[in-house]
């Protein structure tokens, strides 16, 4: 969702001065492509590193923790670089400030699987202005040549003498030098702690209880709330009667605010059981007859027209109309939800002077301006306290429940906690956009594919949050699969139709990629069955030109035993992606029952995502992405009826339990190429690795998800 900018060390480092006793380290970032614009305000120097007289290093973490591993590898970024001593290391979240800025987004948020690849260098580089600071504070206060010095676990040492100071005791001296201007970094041949296996800090906060999620949050005089919402999105109130609802023991107030009614109590059950007495009349709007027999049609009919260019290499329709042999398929997908282990909870207190907001956020930029806007004080005096996420995936990106808890923390002049049930969550979000996808293929006489087109119709996430990215009716995101599909055939088309659904859609872990990939290499799976190829064979001939997925691929094909006999009843599918500068391949064995049950036994997963800061969370978020795909590709589904969300809980809405789990291997590709992201690649390619497992089972091709049963 952005890309790289360069900048040089001087930029980095700008500041070093004293906070409390200790020695803080700032840098500067300029204002560049994908940043916060001189017009907005440039970078502002921000600290990173806090070292305290008793020795302790602590780390501000500026990326939202959600099980995705930020809380660890981005203080190994900055430990590496100092020399620390890692179980010294402790972590506080960053509140929200523009000097936290995601440099890869332009905003302070958590997403598009940046974490550690926007951190990448910047942290290193405060970590390494940090460890000359303090050697040369040692050098000074020994009198002796600081390259007689270096720094080891927390310490520097005097190599001719064997003295030692521990950081602690050079913090203050450190802190009054004068800044490096350029200091060289480490050559990962030199590495202790990055591509080590180094044990997470946020596991034991969580296994002993102490970590603060959002639904945990306790301030004093809050009050809890639960809104009532219209049933149909982009319904309204028309009317209501709180006389029941009051009655009941407990309830303190009910005010309506922009997204219904909020009831307002001294617990989460009398405020529910407040909402269940609510009498409402809903203004249901213009989504009222909506159903997802509806969309489905829109979409087919708007496949009929041609799109939004995004790709148009060669000349596709003359090559198709020459073509020995002709392929067609349509694919198609559903809206999808987060599913959050947590559901949706904020707590926020809004004043006359100032606002606090308490909350599992992705986006804490967004929470700032949002209580800034409805509170009327300015951005510095709104704090943004994130806590532990209980599960993101995209959907805490979302403001609305940050909204409601803000709009009804004013309304009663009180802290309030806004909670989502777990059917408001499933019924009242942001879904992953539903799609529709027409493909033509043209072979010739050996099979080698000559035309390749693509048509995608789907909603815009981009158009609802950023809709200046539009542009001439094209989203470049939404269409980064097709675009990217990586096979070399010399004519190639793919074209974008944007399809407003009234249906609200987000971002879900890996965006558009989820279904991308479904499509697109499920169809290349059938070319390779139309050319009477081996899928596997069929593809790597095809990648010549794309050296890291062919690495990826080859890898998974070699470790899943690719070509030998898999266990009897099973079958293997292959597919290859790459999503967030990450390249993923994944072979999943599969088995049908004779009721057509899919279970997906084992999965073999290769990736490259470059430089690896830790193995451990690398395997974790593969094995994670895969998971929550998998989930997805057998069961995901929401369906539209009048509309209203027709799922409500985990009931009617599965996810995949542990006695279902497949053997997921993971094998990490070393690569000093260019880092990608892994919180989200590793998603997109189990779904077609399945259906393509499937067809080489049964002979019978999944062209619509989710799977459900294969009869």
Not at 354 to 371: E, K, M, N, S, Y
């Amino acid at each position: 969702m952005g890309a790289h900018t360069q900048v040089t060390r001087r930029e980095f480092l700008q500041t070093a001065s004293v906070v409390g006793a200790g020695l803080v380290i700032g840098f500067y970032l300029p204002p560049g492509r994908g940043r916060v614009t001189a017009a907005t305000g440039p970078f502002a120097p921000n600290a990173w590193l806090r070292i305290g007289t008793d020795d302790s290093v602590l780390v501000m973490v500026d990326r939202s923790e959600m099980g995705q591993g930020v809380a660890t590898s981005l203080p190994m970024l900055l430990a590496e670089e100092l020399e620390a001593d890692w179980s010294k290391i402790k972590i506080e979240f960053a509140p929200a400030d523009k000097a936290y800025t995601n440099p890869m987004f332009g905003m302070q948020g958590t997403g598009g699987s940046t974490s550690v690849r926007a951190a990448f260098t910047p942290l290193r580089k405060a970590g390494a202005a940090a460890r000359e600071l303090l050697v040369a504070a040692a050098a000074q206060t020994w009198n002796v040549d600081k390259a007689e010095c270096r720094a080891e676990k927390g310490a520097v040492i005097h190599t001719p003498s064997k003295r030692r100071l521990t950081y602690g005791k050079l913090a203050a001296k450190a802190a009054v030098l004068p800044a490096p201007a350029d200091v060289p970094l480490k050559d990962p041949k030199d590495w202790k702690i990055l591509g080590t296996r180094v044990r997470r800090l946020d596991t034991p906060p969580k296994v002993d209880g102490s970590a603060q999620f959002g639904i945990d949050v306790k301030v004093p005089g809050m009050l809890v709330a639960v809104i009532a919402r219209c049933p149909v999105f982009g319904g309204k109130v028309a009317s209501f009667d709180a006389t029941k609802a009051k009655a009941v023991p407990g309830v303190k107030q009910v005010v309506q605010i922009s997204s219904g009614v909020a009831v307002v109590a001294d617990g989460y059950w009398p405020a529910k059981k407040g909402r269940d007495a609510l009498e409402v009349s809903w203004d249901e709007g213009p989504n009222a007859s909506v159903s997802s027999a509806s969309i489905a049609q829109l979409f087919a009919q708007r496949a009929e027209q041609p799109g939004a260019v995004a790709r148009h290499d060669g000349e596709a329709e003359a090559a198709l109309a020459s073509a020995g042999s002709k392929l067609d398929a349509v694919y198609e997908a559903p809206f999808l939800a987060h599913a959050t282990m947590e559901p949706m909870n904020c707590t926020a207190h809004v004043r006359p002077d100032g606002v606090d907001i308490w909350a599992p956020t992705q986006f804490q930029t967004g929470c700032q301006q949002l209580g800034a806007e409805i509170s009327g004080v300015a951005p510095e005096k709104v704090q943004v306290h994130t806590t532990y996420l209980g599960g993101g995936f995209g959907r805490r990106f979302e403001l609305d429940f940050i909204r409601e808890a803000l709009e009804t923390s004013k309304a009663v002049g009180a802290p309030v906690k806004v909670i989502w049930s777990r059917e408001d969550d499933i019924r009242q979000a942001q879904y992953r956009p539903a799609c529709y996808h027409r493909f033509r293929a043209g072979l010739d006489a050996t099979g080698q594919p000559v035309a390749w087109t693509h048509r995608i119709v789907a909603p815009s996430i981009f158009a609802r949050v950023f809709p200046q990215t539009i542009k001439n009716g094209l989203d470049g995101e939404a269409v980064e699969g097709g675009v990217g599909m990586p096979y070399t055939i010399p004519n190639v088309h793919v074209d974008y139709l944007l399809t407003d659904t009234g249906i609200p859609v987000g971002f879900w872990r890996s965006v558009n990629n989820s279904y991308n990939a479904f499509a697109v290499e499920c169809f290349i799976d059938e070319v390779a069955h139309a050319a009477k190829r081996d899928p596997y064979e069929y593809r790597r001939d095809l990648l010549t030109k794309a050296p890291r997925h062919l690495g990826v691929l080859n890898l998974a094909a070699s470790k899943a035993g690719w070509g030998t006999a898999p266990p009897a009843g099973r079958a293997r599918g292959i597919a290859v992606y790459k999503s967030f500068e990450t390249y993923v391949a994944e072979v999943a064995e599969v088995s049908v029952a004779s009721d057509g049950a899919v279970r997906v036994h084992r999965v073999v997963c290769a990736v490259d995502c470059g430089p690896v800061v830790n193995p451990d969370i690398v395997e974790a978020q593969m094995q994670s992405g895969i998971v929550y795909g998998l989930t997805a590709a057998l069961w995901g589904e929401i369906t539209i009826d009048k509309g209203r969300v027709q799922q409500s809980n985990f009931h009617d809405y599965r996810m995949l339990r542990l006695a279902e789990m497949p053997q997921i291997e993971v094998h990490i590709v070393p690569s000093s190429d260019a880092q990608g992201g892994v919180g989200e690649p590793g998603t997109p390619p189990i779904a077609p690795a399945v259906c393509n497992a499937i067809f080489a089972l049964t002979g019978k091709r999944v062209r619509k998800l989710p799977i459900g049963k294969a009869t």
